[in-house]
């Protein structure tokens, strides 16, 4: 028995699906663009570049790099559900509400952690879009897992969730459905397997720009008046 769950725990799991809003930096074509002079160029970079990108996992329905790039290389940084240079693990949020909060604490977390931007605001842009995931879920809002929710949800302390992880992938788990830290009535998707994620035809790629500063992070969805998202930086310290 592990402090945090019983391996019986695992029984019975089955498959679920769901919508996930998922976000990153766009960071892309900025850089590339900057090396080509013509659209016809700049196709070819890009065509170069996926060629050089290590293989996708087998069964992959998509080729979409927000879908695709978590599981093609292995991160030094740990994440929730996945330590240092493990397997990759795509992270999304059922409300897009989550997803941008999750965008603007990693945001702030980058910019209070760096002393030479102390004081300052940091402006970004993001790409967000909607996948869909199906496979074996562990849904940690559930009764048993939901009453060892301290463990789940902590701030800081990764700890328990990659030992819980670790167990899951051993257990042919697709993806883990959590309570997300940062909101408090958000959920949250931790996708281990690349075959479990198609992308939703319904969700076109949106374009969200995010100002954070020490006292937390406002994202506003670019190009539409009156849609966007306040967080305090005081509910994730």
Not at 134 to 139: K, P, V
Not at 217 to 222: F, P
Not at 223 to 234: N, R
């Amino acid at each position: 028995m592990s402090a945090a769950w019983q391996a019986a725990w695992f029984e019975g799991l089955r498959k679920r699906s769901r919508l996930l809003w998922r976000g990153v930096e766009a960071q892309h074509l900025i850089a590339t663009l900057r090396l080509t002079e013509s659209a016809a160029d700049h196709r070819v970079l890009e065509e170069l570049i996926e060629e050089s990108k290590p293989g996708l996992p087998p069964h992959t329905h998509t080729r979409h790099y927000l879908l695709t790039t978590p599981f093609r290389y292995r991160s030094p940084i740990a994440s929730r559900f996945r330590r240092a240079l493990d397997p990759g693990a795509w992270y999304g949020a059922e409300e897009l509400r989550t997803a941008c909060a999750e965008a603007g604490y990693w945001r702030w977390r980058f910019l209070t952690d760096s002393d030479g931007l102390a004081g300052q605001a940091l402006h970004t842009t993001h790409s967000f879009i909607r996948a869909q995931v199906r496979g074996r879920c562990l849904d940690l809002t559930r009764v048993p897992w939901s009453g060892a929710q301290q463990h789940w949800r902590h701030r800081r302390d990764y700890g328990p969730c990659h030992e819980l992880a670790a167990a899951a992938r051993t257990q042919r788990v697709a993806w883990i459905r959590y309570q997300s830290a940062r909101v408090e009535s958000g959920v949250c998707g931790a996708v281990f397997e690349a075959a479990a994620l198609t992308l939703s035809r319904t969700s076109p790629m949106q374009t969200w720009v995010c100002r954070c500063t020490a006292a937390g992070a406002r994202l506003q969805r670019s190009g539409v008046a009156g849609e966007s998202f306040e967080f305090d930086a005081g509910n994730w310290t």
